[in-house]
């Protein structure tokens, strides 16, 4: 049988980049096709393509055999095509209704919307595929795992037979991804086809029918989870043999460097983000946070490292109170932060690298006299650093915002590691990097460990806080619901956890290795 | 292997703020009330009779005048007011809260002119029709701002469109007539912010810097216009446009009280209540108003629904231009009937303020512009009257209000989250 | 949609175009010329004499146009500068007399210059911060009236003494001016865009009502007293030059700024909240502090043009009208990308032009207001290359593009 959806020869430059290189893709009817690479590796570019955000340079896409234009969403959705954005494309002040039937509004005469009609046609799909969406509610008051579905009745609503979801897991727990793996299967037995583009390798072998994989711009592979395991899909889209494993000796944790007593912490529309979390980083150890995105480990990391106000409780750094200190404070005792947000907290972008290099520490001795800088000593610190760290730089006077998310990603430690610190706290330290600036910060995190320092490590990529954390505590809802021994758990326990669900967790057996999920 | 499951609690955990707030409304409605008493109820004499004339000048039929003893009034003002605070403080009105603060003032407002008119009389419908005719061009101004903004363009020109409206509207006025002024004016207005658009829009131009230039634009041909053309004297015939008469609606104008302050205003007035009507109704309940806001709120996903963000902005801003420009008109074609410079005096910037504390919504701007209009009025009264407050003075009322209410305000609203950010496309 | 590349034939002028037009200077100077263009078809649209010129045919008209254009602009340039061969020669001659008559127009347009000056530089530091100034007229004339108090009312000082203390009171009352609506911002997150403007209608009652009360002229009304002479700034040469000491003050101050904002801790953090308010807090800066006293220093400077300009050449105060120096202010610092040293040079374009155009009314009857339009056409095309770019079909620089770096955290704060 014909494939329902066919690309062929798709090719994309971007100002000095070839994102698609001559890229040939077959969906058939019913499938579920998974498109494996890393960040980067050019998979939402072609998608976009095929979804009339962006136009191609060369290539044609077929669908049913026929040809198709596609120049504008409009016309991939009047082919049959609809996708479900990583990043969301809800507005959060408007219903779900009005999401839904955006740009495809049931009306009465005259333009004016029939909200009625449109809430029962969601309410029939939310009911046919067990979705469980009031098409009342506002989309700022559902959770994450909820606004997918609302994305995914988004295309139902306008009968699309060929489904692109991109990294659709980023965002869920555990639970919520077997629940959305459930969903997809579903709809596929209704005839549905669906493109789904990750880089999780776990995930892939679990719903692909097939699998394709991309790396810098070209297909380079396909499998299928039967003929094919993590280890050789991960060769693949990196290009080279990975080695799986993260040596890591055991922890030798001393005394805290870091302790949280009640910290509660509460946002602009008075939640409480954070609800009375106690735990304590202990100098020689990595202390990793798991958890959803969104139940408060940002607002608790800021709140660290004085960005943000508490409401109550005491943080103490190296046994010094500094509840409602200022940044420079906390950093001058010697903290570093590896922000979440690089781009936003943890550079100035269009500084050069060299005033970057020195975000923190401008206004001392050698790089300022009193109030006059001192270019010398600011360039020869850049120098050093940059070749010390090796970030691929065009030169130290080159803004930072032209370097790549991996380089800026390097500038950031150079910075912090070039002061003496005690205690790093890394927020989602490798959040859109590539799999070697992954391995880069892992390695270096561990090495912090090694030296001394106690190590906070927040992430929501939970293989990456398995394989580095010597505990973890997890939260959930602005509550640190449990602290365990890292050797202790199985990630179902974890993702339990995550999930809001708490189990008395029998002691295990020392497992004697652990396999690593490349978390690109 | 799990033994006991048990699920933690599925939400955060949420704190009642109104509590705090609650009593800080209460404890400022009993510091009115004791300011009421202290400043304008113990410095009246007993005796005193204030008289407030409900009959606005010109007005067709006279409604009886409301006399009352003043010192008796200000007493009741004060046990009223405190007797809210009181309420305030150990109940609280909940969400009505913010009603009562507005309720509370007007109170004031009642008691300081009774105060003032101590012994003699005021026109409060003379100041309160001269409110409605005040409120205009702010509310006007107000809803071009809402147009541009909700679709996601902020555009700080009005005040340049308004202007260009004001010259337009009287030189055409005074060549074509009044109708004809009125709608040269409207179209000057859209072109001035095509400009805006494309600036900001096509070019990407950071939306103040563009509005900025747009201002500076305007304000420079205008005046050039002026001093090349209207202050020579063979030209003097540009600038006698005239304005429009009051027009006294049928029925409405004869409801006793209320007719001869609402209902009996020249055609500006009405337009303002039809558009404040039908700018609800399209941006709330239609399609087109769906898109707008969408573009306004989250362009991108707009764009993936297959809607031209582009358009949808463009067409905003130059209906946001067009209502600008009628606004403008107003000046010159609906008030003196002439155009004269500096006659806007920054009402276009008023009408941003007073478009963010109506929360981007047409009732909203209303709302807002009657609270400056009444400003302008009572400021433009209290200076006939001889108040012991220069007349300099009381020309600031509007601007510190506008700064006052931004002050409280702003931290506290929400407007369409993507305004001021241009869209690009080739960027996921 | 395969896009096909299409050779280019490389000859020498095409290179020579292209080089030309990733040159950045090129585009201020296009700009400039583009504006001259469209100022000149105004002024030639709007006069009656080309109107009849084209009444009786096509080529007169034309004619006619090109003479209006070409006296308009002589004038203007001769009333900026005055005529380069008679000033040349004049300085060589040595007559004192000669000098000054031929370089009368150049200082004159120095001392228009001044607080162009002060004002672009004010309005630059708030920019530099993030912050936009668009008050700075009013805190100039905050300046000027309370510089005004400070000349008339204290007599019999020495004019070492009077003279700082009469401009410290203006730098005071603008800062004062800038500081709160900084305040407001800073408290509450208020933008300061429509604050300023409201201080600046205020600024203009405040002043309407001091010289009709307290400080009016018990004489002459309406109007503040002289002030004393030992206020006046030190003025260079003798009537009818004008040129003071101000302008040089004016010129150490762009040097400060320069200086400040470049090789200092501080200048440093006012660009680092300007780039990136967040990562500036977690480097330590205080945020909210830097608003303050970004508009209360862009307050105070603004308001010593407002000093400078009664010590040096007004002498009292009258009505406060809205010249539109807070806008040309904001002109003068875009088409200077916000550098203090490059701000000496766009404002000496405005102030030279501003002080020809008058120049250029007396002999064109075409009004200054021209200027206005024409500058605004200048900003138009700075601030956005890309139309200069389509009207001379210049091709797109291959590396970042020269754009008006103004980091404006408006636009993503809500207004």
């Known amino acids: ?464 806080v398995m394989q580095l954390a010597d505990r973890i505590a997890v939260m959930y809802r602005g509550k640190l619901i449990a602290t365990v021994d890292a050797d202790a758990v199985t990630k179902e326990d974890i993702g339990l956890l995550m999930a809001g669900i708490k189990t008395e967790i029998k002691a295990k057996k020392r497992r004697p290795k652990k396999i690593r999920e490349i978390v690109t | 292997m799990a033994n006991k499951i048990q699920v933690v609690t599925n939400r955060f955990r949420r704190i009642d703020p109104h509590q705090q707030r609650q009593r800080l409304y209460g404890i400022f409605f009993l510091l009115i009330a004791i300011f009421i008493w202290i400043a304008f109820s113990r410095s009246t004499a007993p005796d005193l009779q204030t008289i407030f004339v409900t009959t606005p000048g010109g007005a067709q039929i006279a409604t009886p005048d409301i006399t009352f003893n003043t010192f008796f009034v200000l007493n009741v003002l004060v046990v009223l007011c405190a007797a809210l605070g009181v309420y305030q403080v150990l109940k609280g009105f909940g969400k009505y809260s913010n009603y009562v603060l507005s309720l509370v003032g007007i109170l004031l407002v009642v008691s300081f002119l009774a105060w003032g008119a101590a012994g003699g009389s005021i026109n409060v419908g003379g100041l309160l029709r001269v409110m409605i005719l005040r409120s205009v061009p702010i509310t006007l101004g107000a809803m071009a701002g809402i147009l541009c903004e909700r679709v996601g363009i902020i555009n700080i020109a009005i005040e340049g469109m308004m202007v260009t409206g004001a010259l337009v509207g009287a030189i055409f006025g005074s060549l074509y007539g009044l109708w004809m002024g009125m709608l040269i004016a409207t179209i000057a207005g859209g072109l001035i912010s095509t400009i805006h658009a494309i600036l900001s829009i096509k070019y990407k131009i950071d939306q103040i810097i563009s509005g900025t230039i747009v201002n500076i634009f305007t304000i420079g041909l205008t005046s050039y216009i002026v001093t090349k053309i209207l202050q020579n004297r063979d030209w003097q015939h540009l600038n006698q446009c005239g304005f429009f008469n009051p027009i006294n609606l049928p029925i409405l104008s004869k409801i006793p009280y209320i007719g001869p302050i609402f209902f009996s205003h020249n055609i500006y007035v009405y337009v303002m209540y039809l558009l404040i009507i039908i700018l609800t109704f399209v941006l709330f309940y239609t399609k087109w108003g769906l898109r707008l806001r969408a573009c306004g709120e989250h362009p991108k996903a707009a764009d993936t629904l297959g809607i031209n963000v582009f358009k949808t902005r463009y067409t905003g801003v130059i209906l946001g231009g067009l209502l600008a420009g009628f606004a403008g008109s107003f000046f010159s074609l609906g008030s003196v009937g002439y155009f004269e410079q500096l006659m806007t005096a920054g009402r276009g910037f008023i009408s941003l303020a007073a478009m963010i504390f109506g929360r981007w919504t047409p009732i909203g701007a209303l709302g807002s512009g009657l609270l400056f209009g009444f400003a302008e009025s009572l400021a433009n009264n209290l200076s006939l009257l001889r108040f012991p407050i220069p007349a300099e003075f009381l020309i600031m009322l509007p601007y510190i209000l506008t700064m006052v209410i931004l002050a409280g305000v702003v931290g506290r609203s929400r407007g369409p989250a993507a305004a001021g950010t241009p869209y690009e496309k080739e960027s996921l | 949609m395969a896009k096909k590349e299409t050779t280019v034939k490389r000859n020498i002028l095409s290179i020579f175009i292209e080089e030309l037009s990733k040159s950045s200077l090129v585009f201020i100077l296009l700009a400039i010329f583009t504006g001259l263009i469209i100022g000149g078809i105004l002024a030639a649209g709007t006069t009656e004499r080309v109107w009849q010129a084209f009444g009786r045919s096509f080529t007169e008209g034309i004619r006619e146009s090109l003479k209006l254009i070409w006296l308009t602009y002589s004038s203007l340039f001769k009333g900026s500068f005055g005529d380069p061969a008679k000033m040349i020669s004049a300085l060589l001659s040595g007559d004192k007399t000669r000098i000054f008559s031929d370089w009368k127009n150049f200082l004159e347009s120095l001392v228009v210059t001044t607080p162009y000056l002060f004002s672009g530089i004010a309005v630059a530091l708030g920019f530099q911060a993030g912050i936009f100034n668009i008050g700075a007229e009013g805190q100039l004339y905050m300046g000027s009236i309370m510089a005004a108090w400070a000349g008339f009312t204290f007599k019999g000082l020495p004019p070492i003494v009077h003279v700082p203390l009469a401009l410290g009171t203006g730098i005071l009352a603008g800062g004062l001016w800038g500081f709160i609506p900084g305040f407001i911002k800073a408290k509450t997150g208020a933008s300061e865009v429509i604050n300023t403007i409201m201080m600046n209608y205020i600024a203009f009652a405040l002043v309407q009502y001091l010289i009709a009360n307290p400080f009016q002229d018990p004489v002459q009304g309406f109007k503040t007293p002289l002030i004393e002479q030992s206020a006046h700034l030190y003025r260079f040469f003798e009537d009818p030059l004008r040129l003071h000491i101000g302008f040089v003050i004016a010129i150490i101050i762009a040097i400060l700024a320069w200086f400040f904002l470049y090789k200092t801790t501080w200048g440093y953090e006012f660009r680092a909240v300007g780039f990136n308010p967040h990562a500036s807090k977690y480097s330590g800066i205080n945020s909210p502090i830097i608003t303050i006293l970004a508009l209360t220093i862009s307050g105070a400077i603004a308001g010593l043009a407002g000093a400078s300009e009664m010590l040096g050449v007004n002498f009292r105060q009258t009505q406060a009208l809205s010249t539109g120096y807070g806008f040309d202010a904001i002109a003068i610092a875009l088409l200077a990308k916000n550098h203090p040293l490059g701000i000496i040079i766009t404002s000496m374009l405005f102030g030279f032009m501003r002080h020809g155009s008058r120049v250029m009314q007396l002999k064109t009857q075409i009004p200054i207001d021209i200027i206005s339009i024409l500058q605004s056409f200048i900003i138009l095309f700075i601030a956005a290359p890309a139309i200069i770019r389509t009207i001379y079909r210049l091709k797109e620089p291959g590396k970042k593009e020269f754009k008006v770096e103004i980091t404006s955290r408006v636009s993503g704060e809500k207004l």
């Open chain 1, 1 to 464: 049988m014909a494939p329902i959806l066919e690309l062929c020869g798709i090719t994309k430059h971007f100002p000095g980049v070839l994102a698609n290189d001559h890229i040939d893709l077959q969906l058939n009817k019913g499938e579920i096709l998974a498109i494996l690479g890393e960040n980067g590796a050019g998979k939402t570019t072609l998608m976009n393509i095929l979804y009339g955000l962006y136009s191609a340079d060369e290539g044609i896409i077929k669908i049913k055999g026929k040809v198709i234009n596609c120049q504008s969403p409009t016309d991939a959705i009047n082919a049959g095509i609809g996708m479900v954005h990583q990043h969301f494309m809800l507005i959060p002040v408007f219903t779900v209704t009005e999401n839904v039937m955006l740009g495809n509004e049931y009306i009465r005469t005259a333009g004016i919307l029939d909200r009625q009609k449109a809430a029962k046609r969601i309410q029939e799909i939310s009911d046919l595929y067990k979705l469980n969406i009031d098409p009342q509610a506002l989309i700022e008051d559902l959770p994450v795992g909820l606004q997918q579905r609302v994305e995914i009745i988004k295309l139902l609503f306008r009968n699309a037979d060929i489904l692109i979801m991109d990294e659709p897991t980023a965002v869920l727990t555990p639970q919520e991804v077997k629940e959305l793996f459930k969903i997809m299967k579903s709809l596929v037995e209704r005839g549905k086809s669906i493109i789904f583009i990750t880089h999780k390798l776990k995930e892939v072998m679990e719903c692909a029918d097939r699998i394709m994989v991309i790396r810098a711009g070209r297909v380079v592979g396909e499998a299928t989870p039967k003929t094919s395991n993590p280890a050789k899909l991960a060769a693949m889209m990196v290009g080279r043999p990975v080695d799986l494993n993260v040596e890591k000796e055991p922890a030798k944790p001393k005394e805290p460097v870091l302790k949280v007593e009640d910290l509660t912490v509460i946002d602009r529309f008075n939640k409480v983000v954070v609800d009375q979390v106690s735990f304590e980083v202990r100098a020689g150890e990595i202390f990793g946070i798991a958890g959803v995105q969104g139940n408060g480990q940002t607002e608790l990391v800021r709140c660290l490292t004085g960005l943000m106000k508490s409401e109550s409780g005491k943080i103490y750094i190296l046994g010094k109170e500094v509840t409602h200190q200022d940044p420079r404070t906390i950093t001058e005792l010697g903290t570093a932060h590896i922000p979440e947000d690089r781009q936003k907290d943890g550079l100035i972008l269009q500084n050069p690298v060299r005033y970057n290099l020195i975000m923190n520490t401008y206004f001392k001795e050698p790089f300022s006299k009193g109030i006059v800088l001192q270019p010398e000593a600011i360039n020869k610190n850049a120098e050093r650093l940059v070749k010390d760290f090796d970030i691929r730089t065009p030169g130290i006077d080159a803004a930072v915002s032209v370097l790549s998310g991996g380089n800026q990603q390097k500038v950031i430690v150079a910075r912090e590691f070039s002061r003496p610190i005690k205690l790093l706290i890394a927020a989602q330290p490798t959040r859109g990097l590539d799999v070697g600036s992954i391995e880069y910060i892992h390695e270096r995190l561990i090495e912090k460990r090694d030296q001394g320092c106690g190590v906070l490590l927040v992430s929501t990529e939970l293989d990456e």
